[in-house]
């Protein structure tokens, strides 16, 4: 059985579209949506993998609290038997990052951006 790709949840919203999906494409749906409907995650870095019901989260969040309510909104979703959750937090730069040392590097003018 192929992974779920999560581009599918793009096409259209709503469960009503969910029966129609098979198998891993049904769950993986679910999750999507269900990601997209959690308020205080951001689910714009995040992919979706599904297999036999094992949901394999993949990309990154900003901080701890948005992977952890990532894993447990999955865990939430029915079809659901275990969540791998492989996302990494990549905290946002901060402007003053190096005030606590005393110095400035050579480079303040430019954060670096996002990928």
């Given amino acids: ?10 096409t259209a919203r ?11 494409a049904c769950v993986g749906y679910l ?4 990601l997209e409907d959690e308020h205080g995650v951001d689910a714009s ?13 993949t990309g990154t969040v900003s901080d701890r609290s948005q992977k952890r309510m990532s894993e447990d909104c999955v865990e ?3 079809g659901v038997r275990h969540v791998h959750n ?16 005393g110095g400035t590097s ?3 003018s430019s954060p670096q951006s996002k990928r």
Avoid: C, F, H, W
Avoid at 1 to 10: L, R, V
Avoid at 31 to 34: M, P, R, Y
């Fill in 1 to 10: 059985m192929e992974p779920y790709n999560n581009k599918a949840s793009q």
């Fill in 14 to 24: 709503g469960n009503r579209l969910a029966p129609a999906l098979k198998g891993g």
């Fill in 31 to 34: 999750v999507n949506e269900a």
């Fill in 45 to 57: 870095d995040i992919e979706v993998q599904v297999q036999n019901g094992e949901v394999t989260l």
């Fill in 76 to 78: 939430r979703v029915r």
């Fill in 86 to 101: 492989q996302l990494r937090v990549q905290p946002q730069a901060s402007l003053g990052e190096t005030s606590s040392s």
């Fill in 106 to 108: 050579g480079n303040t």
